[in-house]
């Protein structure tokens, strides 16, 4: 069960829009997906048709201990796509947790609890900071996949999220590797988009994927209908760079297991 947290501490860079319709792509090639929103604006859980009657059992208590992930899972209008929910009762976990004990592998160990078998990959889409869910959610990954949105400041953060990584793999988490970084909302009017998108390429070098996701108005207007923009519109720009993306993702997820 590979287990990727789709991170990144700014907000509005594609993270959710990234997590959902990656897990939808890998569903829709015979990948049993959980996604699991650890998001209190719970964002993915919406973007995916799950409503506020469906969250009674969310990923706060699953954070809490209260339910296991088992418990907290609903299933999706999607077949093999499954989400744990988020609501804003999640923001009170990052206090409630401060005292307990293990407070930084919570999520790690609901997922260790999972039975084998049940799931091929994990994704968790992270709230826009660096507090203590993003830090469960590295903790309890194998690799953080990294949305970077096309403007000016694209990579200021960058080096901060870089060194939480390097902290939770030296403290927690020895086998944490960057699955890629992922250049989102690119518009090709825009000559500032190509610039940085060339600029973050000569920086990072091969951990940003060939595909760019571009600045797509189907992307954005997927969510309100409760479906993924792959659902949606499956022809639209937006949603053919995500199976492009979907497609370098399972290349890089293989080239790892045979190294393994
Ligand atoms: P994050 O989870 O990082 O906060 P979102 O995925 O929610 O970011 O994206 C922020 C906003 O931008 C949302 O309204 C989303 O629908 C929209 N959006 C995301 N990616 C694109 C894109 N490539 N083109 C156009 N709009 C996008
Ligand atoms: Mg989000």
New binding site residues.
């Given amino acids: 069960m590979n287990r990727i947290a789709?991170a990144?501490q700014?907000?509005?860079?594609?993270?959710?829009?990234?997590?959902?319709n990656i897990a939808t792509a890998l569903s829709a090639v015979g990948w049993r997906v959980l996604l699991v929103d650890l998001?209190p604006?719970g964002?993915?859980s919406t973007?995916l048709g799950v409503d506020q009657k469906q969250r009674e059992i969310t990923s706060y208590d699953v954070m809490m201990g209260n339910a296991t992930v088992d418990q907290a899972v609903v299933s999706t209008k999607l077949p093999r796509l499954d989400i744990v929910p988020a609501t804003q009762d999640l923001s009170g976990a990052e206090v409630e947790l401060v005292d307990v004990d293990q407070r930084m592998h919570r999520l790690d160990g609901a997922l260790n609890a999972i039975p084998a078998g049940r799931y091929d990959v994990v994704l968790t889409?992270c709230p826009?900071s660096l507090g203590l869910l993003t830090v469960n959610a590295l903790v309890a990954a194998h690799s953080i996949l990294v949305?970077l949105?096309c403007e000016f400041f694209a990579l200021e953060g960058l080096s901060q999220l870089l060194k939480t990584v390097e902290r939770v793999r030296a403290r927690f988490n020895n086998g944490l590797t960057v699955l890629g970084v992922a250049l989102?909302?690119?518009d090709r009017r825009n000559r500032l988009s190509d610039q940085v998108a060339k600029d973050v390429r000569a920086v990072l070098g091969q951990v940003v994927f060939d595909t760019v996701?571009?600045?797509?108005?189907?992307?954005?207007?997927?969510?309100s209908h409760g479906l993924p923009a792959l659902i949606y519109d499956h022809r639209c720009a937006?949603s053919e760079?995500y199976i492009g993306l979907a497609r370098e993702i399972i290349g890089r997820l293989d080239g790892k297991a045979r190294a393994a």
């Fill in positions: 789709v990144n700014k907000g509005g860079v594609g993270k959710t829009t990234t997590a959902i998001d604006q964002n993915a973007g889409d826009p949305p949105q989102t909302m690119f996701i571009p600045r797509n108005v189907r992307l954005s207007e997927a969510p937006g760079a």
